[in-house]
């Protein structure tokens, strides 16, 4: 609803190792069928599959591996599980996992996929060319393995993708320019360390046998220089750990010995910088300290020591080109929750707080918003399942166990409906009004229905006399309704604004035409001001967002043209301020107006500081503004800000970690903002002023946008309709309970 009360929204490694290769491949196992998309396939959920927020996995992990999707989710493969013994005692508790699930950032849900053809650890996954997977060696079923096996993201399946010459753990697999994957040394059986090097054609699926290393390696790092060579370091060779390294020319096929390391390192990181150059880290349990390979002087500089000592950590480069490191197990006793970051420009490390759950063996993956989500690995107890997110832009980490508040199923309405209107009237129960019926573009509707909370039941009332979507509903000092514009069947084009208005009376549950508006329009605001009067901005007509305000007099029943805005906005935000003011923003701009209801003139303050295709807002009880802003650029994530009128100047709260389209924000009786579905998201998130901080507020049973969020008598907030992820119109309804304090 676009008026006084809801505003539609824009927010352990461990083996046993067996000789011989794998006995025969089974046949791969197919996974449900995937939604139409004009993006890259997106594979649905499967039936009676678990289906997890609160940042957990749906299965404990350690060594696994994280692949990063073209379209932002998180593909998960393999690693060390756990099991439940038949017996006891005895038995070991963990074994290589063959099970796979994806992470989706938009909906902070977890979905389990196809397992792989064979349990795998200490294995390699590499991103192909059109979001194929494949994962190499590994081991799995008590043997070091030789086999490889792609993942299809279209038809869901693993298929086997050749056999290597050698068994192999522990090694690396790096995607070449040339579109070839590099497998480079591992554990072989009898746990001998390797130099050999294969090849694998994703052209021809076919493994072809590369130039050996001159030194025989496993847990080493392989880091694809920015001139295309391959630079191997450190590792163990079956004896001890070493610290020489050598770089491969894919061109030659030639490997070159190089400078090595000042101290041995295995199980480190090595990360490109900014600058060409790499650093390493960790891999050696008695030191912290940290070293600089520069490529074109084939030199090794010592660099500043990290705060901790890090084992079977990750280090991941942020997008400002800082690297993160987090975690550590420098012994098998011992796990660490402590991060940090590295700064190439003044070379030093600074604390980036702790992890809410100490592990190593995780790992770590930079997501399409700019946050860093470490999933998985292990503490004293084993492997785990819980997921933490790094925001760099707050340096919070975040790590969400329990949903604040709960979510119920109620009783749907009697027709399916998106974009329309939720009104709560003065005596607690709710009117819904018009909106669309289907996906048909002009199947709009003039039928509207009364919620009565107590009854927990839904009953048909009067219907408007022209049906509408995209429409504003204010509810009045005298206890009617008034629904203004919105796009309309009667339009000239059946899909065009309207300038008509009427009024319901909830006492004959009938409404009365009132006067029309001086311009049609849809996706405007209205905001009552504190005379009584509404005043009514932006919007579309025509195609393109208009600049026009008006003013309606409810004692005259009367409409008033004021003052025009500087430019046109449609899908914006108006709030009214302490002062009596209204503040308006967003709307595919980033500027911000102020009107003036004394003087019926417009003026501009400060501008948003993220781009604001969309924006919807609230007002704190602290009388701060409250704005999510969806921006103009996709590749960038809502933004949340907070104005603050002395000094003329927005806040920049948090980016959300996805997109949130025609989503609701709701301001809560405990001044928290709950946010609620958009661009087809689950997870709900909740805003504390007081403490400045977000907290999930736990999942709908459905997701949905361009639905309506009311908040009831009781402090529950309704959610009605909208359009679900099939792009099917949503005759469902939910309740959101806040967490009682």
Not at 65 to 74: E, Q, T
Not at 320 to 338: F, K
């Amino acid at each position: 609803m676009r008026g006084h009360y809801v505003l539609l929204a824009v927010i352990v490694y461990a083996a046993t190792f067996a000789c011989g290769g794998d006995p025969a491949q089974p046949t791969a196992t197919p996974v449900p069928t995937l939604l139409e998309t004009t993006e890259s396939p997106r594979i649905s959920f499967p039936p009676g599959t678990p289906d997890t927020s609160n940042r957990h996995m749906n299965e404990a992990r350690d060594s696994h591996r994280a692949v990063l999707l073209s379209d932002g989710r998180l593909l998960v493969v393999g690693g060390i599980g756990r099991f439940q013994s038949i017996l006891a005692s005895d038995q070991d508790d963990f074994e290589a996992t063959a099970s796979v699930e994806l992470y989706d950032p938009e909906t902070d849900t977890w979905t389990s996929l196809a397992d792989t053809l064979r349990p795998r650890a200490g294995h390699s996954a590499t991103l192909l060319e059109g979001d194929r997977v494949i994962v190499i060696g590994g081991t799995g079923n008590n043997r070091i393995l030789n086999s490889a096996e792609i993942h299809d993201p279209v038809l869901g399946t693993w298929s086997p993708a050749g056999q290597l010459a050698q068994n192999r753990e522990q090694h690396t697999a790096t995607l070449l320019p040339d579109g070839r994957v590099l497998v480079v040394g591992g554990l072989g059986i009898n746990s001998n360390s390797l130099a050999t090097v294969e090849a694998y054609d994703p052209a021809t699926n076919a493994w072809s046998v590369a130039r050996s290393m001159a030194q025989a390696r496993s847990a080493h790092t392989a880091t694809l220089l920015p001139d295309g060579r391959l630079l191997v370091v450190g590792g163990h060779d079956g004896r001890v750990t070493i610290r020489l390294a050598e770089i491969y020319d894919p061109a030659t096929d030639e490997w070159s010995s190089v400078a090595g390391m000042m101290i041995p390192r295995a199980n480190h990181v090595a990360t490109v910088l900014t600058d060409g150059s790499v650093l390493v880290t960790g891999g050696n349990e008695n030191t912290t300290s940290t070293e600089i390979y520069d490529p074109a002087a084939d030199t090794w500089e010592p660099s500043a020591p990290n705060e901790a000592v890090r084992f079977d950590h990750t280090a991941t480069m942020l997008t400002d080109g800082i690297v993160l490191a987090v975690g550590s197990r420098p012994t098998e006793d011992s796990v660490m929750a402590t991060a940090e970051m590295f700064d190439l420009e003044s070379g030093t490390w600074t604390p980036a707080g702790g992890l809410d759950h100490a592990r190593g063996g995780q790992s770590a993956t930079l997501l399409a918003n700019g946050m860093i989500l470490v999933a998985g690995g292990s503490d004293r107890n084993g492997p785990l399942d819980s997921v933490e997110l790094y925001d760099p832009a707050t340096g919070r980490w975040e790590s969400i166990s329990q949903a604040r508040g709960e979510w119920a199923d109620v009783v749907e309405t009697a027709q399916p409906r998106a974009g329309h209107t939720a009104t709560r009237l003065t005596d607690g129960r709710v009117v819904i009004a018009g909106g669309r019926g289907s996906s048909e573009a002009d199947d709009f509707l003039d039928s509207a229905e009364i919620y009565d909370p107590s009854a927990n039941r839904w009953s048909n009332t009067g219907s408007l006399n022209q049906a509408r979507d995209s429409h504003i509903a204010v509810l009045m000092d005298n206890g009617t309704v008034l629904v203004a514009g919105g796009r309309s069947a009667s339009s000239p084009d059946r899909s065009e604004a309207t300038a008509s208005a009427e009024v319901y009376d909830p006492s004959s549950g009938t409404w009365t035409t009132a006067g029309a508006m001086t311009t049609a329009r849809w996706d405007h605001t209205a905001t009552v001001l504190w005379d009584g009067r509404l005043l009514v901005t932006g919007g579309t007509a025509n195609g393109e967002a208009i600049s026009s305000a008006e003013v309606f007099d409810p004692a005259s029943g009367t409409w008033s043209v004021t003052g025009e805005m500087g430019t046109g906005r449609a899908a914006h935000s108006a709030i009214l301020l302490g002062s009596g003011k209204v503040i308006v923003a967003g709307g595919g701009t980033r500027s911000v107006e102020l009107y003036d209801p004394s003087s019926g003139e417009w003026s501009t303050v400060a501008e948003l500081n993220s781009g604001a295709l969309e924006t919807e807002a609230t007002l704190l009880g602290d009388g701060r503004p409250f704005i999510l802003s969806v921006s103009s650029t996709p590749d960038s994530p809502p933004a949340a800000e907070l104005y603050d009128a002395e000094s003329d100047s927005w806040d920049l709260v948090a980016n959300l970690a996805y997109d949130r389209k025609r989503t609701t924000v709701t301001l809560l009786e405990n001044d928290s903002v709950l946010i609620v579905g958009g661009s087809a998201a689950t997870l709900s998130v909740l805003y504390e002023p007081v403490e400045s901080k977000w907290f999930s507020a736990g999942k709908l049973r459905v997701a949905r946008v361009e639905h309506a969020a009311t908040v009831l008598e009781n402090g529950t907030v309704l959610v009605v309709g909208g359009v679900g992820r099939d792009g099917k119109v949503l005759s469902s309804v939910e309740l959101y309970k806040p967490e009682q304090p």
